[in-house]
C-alpha cells in the first residue's frame, strides 16, 4: 500500500511538451492513488543537444529516451516517461514497458499559416520535416513539393513555419494540441494514415520502470489505459517484426473497435508507397501480419 507523503522519482526530457506529457500521465496515476507523490528528474539527451542534423543522420539509437532510462537504472529515478514513438522495439534489460496514458489522436497534420491541404500545397512549396517516413510519404503523394529538413521542439517548428521560412510542416496532431490546446497559432490539417501512415505509438504516453520494482510496476498497470496498451502492443509487435530503423519510411497505427482491431501500415521509397490493412482479435497476431505484409512489399519493391 502506499503511503500518505511517498514519492516517486520520475524522469523525463525538459521540453515543455515532455513536461506536458508528463504530467498528464502522473495525473492518470494519481487518479487511482492521490497519496502518490511524485519528483520530476530532468534529463537532457543528445537529440536535445544536436537540433541541426536530422536524427537518422546522428547514428544513436534511442535518441531521447536512452539517456532518460539510465537514470531509472542508475537509481537516480523510479520510473521514466516517454513518447511511446520515441522508445526503439527493443527496452534496455533490466526495463519494463508498464504504463499507459490514454491516446491523443495518433495521426499526422500538415501544419501552415494559410491551411493548405496535401492537395492545395502550391508546386514547389517547401514542407519541413526530418522525418525520412514523412518525407518518403510526401514524395509519394506530392513529388513536386520540396522537403527540407526541419527539427526542434515543437513550438520551434510551429514558429518557423509562422515566419516564412516554410510553407508547411508534417507534424503529430497530439503534440500541438498537447501543447497548445484547441487553439493552435497555425492552422492543422489531418493526414489520414493511408496518406501518410503515423510511426508506431504516436500519440500515447508511456512509463517505463526497473523489471524488479513490484510496487511502482503494478501501479503502472494499474493506472494504465486499456485500449491504449491493446494497441501499443500490436504497433510495437509490428516495429519489432518488421525491422525497419529511422532511415526506413515505415509507419503503422492500431485502433481498438467494438468489432476487433484495426491496423492500418505503409511503406514508402522513391516515389512509391505501399498500404495495407489488417483485421484481428489478437494485437500481436495483427501486429505480425502487418509487419509480414509490408516485408514483402519492401522486398517487392527493392527487387524492381
Known sequence: MWRAGMRIKVATRGSKLSLIQTEELLSQIKAVEPDVEFEIVVVKTTGDIIQEKPLYQIGVKGIFEKEVNMAVLRGEADMAVHSLKDLPSELTPGLVLAGFSKRAPPHDVLVSARGYTLETLPKGAVVGTSSV?????????????????????????????????????????????????????????????????????????????????????????????????????????????????????????ARLTPSGLEFVAGYASGGRRHIVKVFGDDPVEVGRKAAALIAAARSYQTAM
Open 133 to 253: 517516413r514523412r518525407a518518403e510519404f510526401l514524395k509519394a503523394v506530392r513529388p513536386d513539393v520540396e522537403v527540407k529538413p526541419l527539427r526542434g521542439n515543437v513550438d520551434t517548428r510551429v514558429n518557423k513555419v509562422l515566419a516564412g521560412q516554410y510553407d508547411a510542416a508534417v507534424m503529430a496532431v497530439a503534440g500541438i494540441y498537447r501543447l497548445y490546446g484547441d487553439k493552435p497559432p497555425v492552422a492543422v490539417v489531418p493526414l489520414r494514415p493511408e496518406e501518410v501512415p503515423p510511426p508506431p505509438g504516436q500519440g500515447i504516453v508511456v512509463a517505463v520502470a526497473r523489471e524488479g520494482d513490484v510496487h511502482i510496476v503494478d501501479l503502472l498497470r494499474k493506472a494504465s489505459d486499456p485500449a491504449a496498451a491493446v494497441e501499443a502492443l500490436a504497433e510495437r509487435t509490428f516495429l519489432r517484426e518488421v525491422g525497419a530503423g529511422c532511415h526506413v519510411a515505415v509507419g503503422g497505427v
